[in-house]
């Protein structure tokens, strides 16, 4: 307020603050009512005469005592009271509710407001009797008691709104209503709405919302309460909506978890909060005084407009609604009425002020009160700050594999019966060929045929049903596995053969038939296990330490690092999943520990996790092998036939880039036929001692690990036995895979048993595994290439784009900064995207990355030994991690390369059995310069951390983790922070670098990435010139704890490789064209490979039928979107980034299918 408008408007003194009696009299507050008003308002006022003459305007307030006499309440009117002119008056409660409204007190502006057991009726009457100024039209309030008018009156002034539809029920007769309930969706009214969607209950002031989750996710649905303590919901297995009542069903809108609460103070002024959605996990995060963490953001001009319309037409000064921030919208989801803010001082400033204001212009001319209107504008315009001269972490991309699950297990046979063809023309697998079949309700059908068939073979042997019984019957078994049906653990796949299947396994000996069949798929197990969710969730905590803040105590201390940047907006995070239940699972379990979520995944993976089955980003279909696939196999499979030691020309045919790993392998196998022959003879012996176990009445009802039988797991290893060794006695070499993984899971899981000669099954299946495994990828550099490319085009275009789209834009959602105290650097924005996937899409991206031409190993001595590490590294495990850092150089030309700074890290997972001993050493982050070298005292310490910014908590211990954690923790938490510049060295390097033991090669610079991160990075070792000359020592803080550390309930656990640097001085022009040329020459490969498949599908297709319940996904985050604009260009503050590449895009070929949003 200037000092020229301020007249008149404060009074220094303690403020005339009333309650009301009867027959408009009042009483003044003693000092035990009022507290001392702390901060000042304006300038020094004269002394106020005691004997004032002046007409005063009269506030009153009339709502229930617990909201008159609430904290934010009492703050905003102590605040009010400092106008000179105005006074406040409290109704008693108990006149409100007691007394005829003629002897209520009087006013000259009401503030009125409806809550649980107000007299509503009451106070419309007193205000036509009275005529008061209304701050909030209480008429109005009788709607919003309703979510049906507030719906319609939000429809009505072109507010956007989840998609809904309302079912009234006559209580007297409950079951006549337009209701049609299904085990995926609900029609009401003729509308359906696919799960998950929520049901709320027509009152407002009913707050029992349910969400309900689709069978795929889990099932079940999350219960929503009014808060109890620290619960605001709760989530329960029932998947059926409620049965009495009338409620509105609306679209769920996936909001990333979080939620956010507007109030508006007349139309011109909103404050807006985030808070974590209830709907995540239920848990309150409250903060040490036991209040609800909430933090301030910034709205959008759109969101403003938007408040200014809810204030407006229901006629709500002071109004509070939610918002929902979904796929780049947002959406008003409820309007609450009169709604303070609660524990910010400056709301209560500013909330005071317009009222204040509003009431003074309003009334001061009609009461001839001397008030001139203040020429400050109410809403101060908000300007974004720099976040200061360090390095500055602004992108994250991590490509992680699933954690740890049951055996995968497969049946293929070829099916010719018509009710299979009706069967995939109903579901429309005509229109590409393929089908796969995961709902319920389709794979009851697939039950229903295979019984009827088993049923007509038993009635007429001799009848013409092509299928084998056997296999009929395994279809049959499988699918009634678990008495229910979950898309999260088995699914069926259809692929069309216009001439039928050629046979070549022991398992299709039958005679080639005439015509077009059908392959069907079936595939179970593969699921996500208990260790495999610790492990996912223990990952999530650890990938906190990488954001700024991330060495404090994330759990008890909430507004650290990574927690904080997410729940104020200034975290731009999306998780991207395939669509298998582990890939799915593995995302929610890593984002419960990301951040720090609490109870069921289900919820968890519904809001956070987004499938990205669209345009192969993340699936791919193994069952459809490109050209240089089958080649491959083909080469692999005569190979491996031999029954003979390998000679130096098997050397150079299997292993022509020379991999240690794979030379080490074949050294183990010498003898290919024999080695098979070694190993069907353990699985022979293996099913043997089961079977005996099963003999035993000890035995009998044995419980396994994750609830599997002994008979469960005879039936695994003897399909193995028959389908390993074929009928002519060669071996089918594609089962070698499923070999290791049935022997590691036992090894692991259930080594309690007892069984005799597992290691050495597992030690030979290893070794056959680590040849045909990797190799499946292609063997030669150009074949890894081509098949890379066939699997995670997609996903290379889509880092790209994340790479490129990181900067400040009025799209993303922002912290306001003017309220943001505690939070020491409102304009820092970091955006995370993490894309879950199978193995198949881990080993492509890693080959692109190796093969592609990134960088070259003579000229570049780091790339050199990064090459060589990957080399050693024998397995891609559960958990494998390949992570991109993107960071910004604030004290670089904005037209420099330096810039922007990439660093490329990789983790092999977790630790495989008896890994200890021959495990490949990585060189861990890269060390800090040698300017920094006095400062270092041992390689797990941090420099001095004194000149750091505030933004900031003290260091901890490591957490011991012996049976708890699978990570590997370091000596010392670190921030993933640069220093500023104070602690800058002579060559001028104003970041803070990882410490190391000896002098660093002046060729590698040092990095952005800030100190040892506990557990999730390896420990730094010395110059890498003197690893190459002297022997490697395994660090003993890292490498010399047992990897058989269990965990309760959840059998081994095995701990996770540290992440290991492989460049940490690469430019993101560099990253960025080495992108861009790959994606290029992998389109026109994939164009021509699509054009030659759809000229040879074409000649067979058949027309289809579109079906009403093909499978949504949960969200669209591919769609068709203009080529994006170059990544070099000026952006606004906080950061401008600028550099001397090309001007204008790389755009993609024509014939590419593939474009993606910036999410």
């Known amino acids: 307020m200037s ?77 009010l009271c400092k106008f000179e002119y105005i006074t406040v008056v409290i109704f008693p409660e108990e006149v409100i509710l007691n007394e005829p409204v003629e002897k209520w007190p009087l006013c000259d502006c009401l503030i009125s407001f409806h809550s649980k057991g107000f007299a509503l009726d009451k106070a419309v009457s007193y205000a036509k009797l009275r005529n008061p100024l209304l701050i909030n039209d209480l008429d ?44 995926d969706h609900v029609e009401v009214n003729g509308e359906v709405f696919h799960k998950p969607f929520v049901e709320k209950p027509v009152s407002a002031e009913d707050h029992n919302v349910y969400i309900y989750y689709p069978t795929s996710a889990g099932g079940g649905s999350q219960r929503l309460f009014r808060k109890i303590g620290s619960r605001s919901s709760v989530y329960s297995p029932e998947s059926t909506v ?71 037409a229901f006629k709500q000064t002071v109004c509070g609604f939610d918002l929902l921030r979904a796929n780049g919208h947002s959406f008003v989801c409820d309007v609450n009425g009169f709604s303070f803010v609660k524990n910010s001082m400056k709301y209560y400033d ?127 078994t499988v699918l009634e596995m678990y008495g229910h049906f979950s898309g999260i653990n088995r699914k069926v796949q259809l692929t069309y053969l216009p001439n039928g299947q050629p046979k070549a396994s022991s398992e299709e000996e039958d005679a080639l038939k005439e015509g077009p069949s059908l392959l069907l798929v079936l595939k179970w197990g593969g699921e996500l296990t208990p260790a495999g969710r610790v492990q996912a969730e223990e990952l999530g905590r650890a990938f906190r330490c990488m954001y700024p803040g991330g060495q404090g105590d994330y759990a008890g201390f909430p507004g650290c690092g990574l927690l904080r940047l ?95 790993s794979l030379v080490n392998s074949m050294g183990v196998i010498f003898n290919p036929v024999s080695t098979c022959d070694r190993v069907h003879t353990l699985i022979k012996s293996l099913t043997w001692q089961i079977c005996k176990r099963l003999e035993d009445p000890k035995s009998a009802d044995l419980q396994l690990y994750h609830s599997e039988t002994l008979e469960l797991m005879l039936q695994r290893w003897s399909k193995l036995e028959r389908d390993f060794r074929m009928k002519n006695g060669r071996y089918d070499i594609s089962k070698i895979p ?15 048993l007892g069984l005799e000669d597992t290691l050495e099954l597992f030690r030979l299946s290893r070794a056959l595994a680590d040849i045909i495994i990797p190799q499946e990828y292609g063997i030669t550099k150009a074949e890894k290439l081509d098949i890379a490319s066939a699997y995670c085009l997609p ?79 024998t397995e891609l495990n559960y958990m494998t991690q390949i992570v991109i850092m993107l960071y910004e150089d604030n004290n670089k030309d904005p037209s420099s390369e330096e810039r922007f700074h990439v660093e490329l890290h990789f983790s092999p997972g977790v630790k495989g059995c008896k890994d200890e001993e021959n495990a490949p050493m990585g060189f861990g982050f890269r060390p800090a310069s040698s300017e920094n070298h006095e400062m270092q005292t041992d390689p797990g310490s941090l420099e001095d951390l004194s000149q750091d910014e505030p933004d900031r908590a003290a260091l901890t211990e490591p957490i011991s983790i012996q049976r708890k954690s699978p990570l590997i923790r370091g000596r010392k938490a670190g921030s993933m922070e640069a220093l500023s510049e104070s602690n800058t060295s002579s060559r001028g390097l104003a970041y803070r670098i990882f410490p190391s033991t000896s002098r660093q090669s002046p060729e590698i610079k040092p990095s952005g990435l800030g100190a040892q991160c506990a557990g999730l990075f390896s420990a730094s070792f010395p110059n890498l010139r003197d690893l190459a000359r002297v022997p490697r020592k395994k660090p003993c803080s890292l490498r010399n704890r047992s990897s058989q550390t269990g965990f309760e309930g959840c059998s081994l656990v095995p701990s996770i490789y540290p992440l290991e ?91 590419s299918n593939f474009r993606f949003n910036s999410e």
């Open 795 to 873: 996903l290379v275009k889509k880092i790209q784009l994340d790479l490129q789209r990181t900067h400040e834009d009025e799209a993303v959602n922002k912290l306001h900064p003017l309220y943001s105290r505690g939070v020491m650097s409102p304009g820092r924005h970091v955006r995370t995207r993490l894309y879950f996937t199978s193995e198949s899409h881990v080993h492509s991206l890693l080959n692109i990355f190796r093969y592609g031409g990134l960088l070259d190993e003579l000229k570049d001595d780091q790339w050199k030994q990064a090459m060589d590490y990957l080399s050693a590294v």
């Open 1061 to 1151: 640097t492989l460049h940490n001085s690469l430019s993101l022009k560099q990253v960025d064209e080495f992108l861009t040329t790959l994606c290029k020459n992998g389109s026109e490969t994939q164009f021509k490979r699509l054009k030659s498949l759809s000229a040879m599908f074409e000649s067979h297709s058949q027309p289809s039928i579109d079906v009403d319940n093909q499978e949504t996904p949960m969200s669209t985050p591919v769609q068709n979107q203009p080529a994006p604009q170059s990544l070099w260009y000026t952006s606004s503050p906080p950061s401008t980034v600028s550099s001397s590449g090309p001007s204008s895009p790389s755009v993609p070929e024509p014939s």
């Open 566 to 660: 997410h729940s104020t907006y200034r975290h731009d995070l999306k998780i991207y999943a395939s669509d298998e239940g582990r890939v799915q699972m593995t995302a929610a379990a890593f984002a419960k520990g990301l951040l720090a979520l609490e109870g069921e995944l289900t919820p968890i993976l519904v809001q956070m996790v987004k499938s990205a089955n669209m345009n192969g980003l993340l699936d791919s279909d193994s069952d459809s092998l490109t050209d240089c696939q089958q080649r491959v196999k083909a080469r692999l499979h005569e190979i491996m036939q031999k029954n003979k030691d390998f000679s130096e020309e098997d050397y150079s045919k299997l292993a022509p880039t020379g991999s240690p």
């Open 350 to 476: 500013d909330c005071a002020k317009v009222l204040g204001n509003m009431v003074m212009r309003e009334l001061a001319p009609q009461l001839h009160i001397p008030w001139s209107i203040p020429m400050e504008a109410e809403d101060i315009p908000i300007v974004p700050t720099t976040s200061g001269t360090m390095m500055e972490l602004r992108c994250v991309i991590a490509v992680i594999r699933h954690g740890d699950r049951t055996p995968k297990q497969k049946m293929k046979m070829e099916v010719r019966n018509a009710l299979f063809f009706e069967l995939f023309e109903k579901y429309g697998g005509y229109k590409s060929g393929k089908l796969k079949l995961k709902k319920p309700k389709q794979l009851q059908e697939v039950l229903d045929i295979a019984r009827q068939l088993l049923a007509e073979l038993v009635l007429h042997n001799d009848c013409e049903i092509e299928e084998k019984k056997s296999k009929l019957e395994q279809l049959k």
């Open 738 to 752: 499923d070999i290791y993984d049935c022997v590691k899971y036992d090894t692991q899981h259930n080594s309690s």
């Open 3 to 79: 000092k020229s408008s301020g007249q008149g408007m404060f009074n220094s003194e303690l403020p005339r603050f009333l309650i009301g009696s009867e027959g408009g009299e009042s009483r003044e507050l003693g000092d035990t009512d009022m507290r001392k008003i702390s901060g000042d308002y304006g300038e020094e006022e004269e002394e106020e005469d005691e004997d004032q003459s002046e007409r005063q305007i009269v506030v009153g307030i009339c709502s229930m005592m617990k909201k008159s006499k609430s904290k934010p309440m009492t703050e905003i009117l102590e605040r």
């Open 140 to 183: 109005m309030q009788y709607f919003i008691q309703d979510r049906r008018e507030v719906y319609r009156i939000l429809q009505e002034e072109g507010i956007d709104l989840p998609r809904y539809a309302v079912l009234n029920r006559d209580p007297d007769r409950p079951e006549e209503c337009n209701l049609v309930e299904s085990e």
């Open 242 to 312: 409620r049965k009495t009542g009338s409620y509105i069903y609306e679209e769920f809108m996936p909001t990333d978890g979080t939620d956010v609460k507007v109030y508006t103070v007349g139309p011109d002024y909103a404050h807006a909060e985030a808070r974590k959605s209830p709907a995540l996990d239920g848990k309150v995060e409250r903060d040490s005084e036991g209040k609800e963490i909430r933090y301030p953001v910034m709205l959008t001009a759109m969101e403003k407009l938007v408040a200014r319309k809810v204030c407006l």
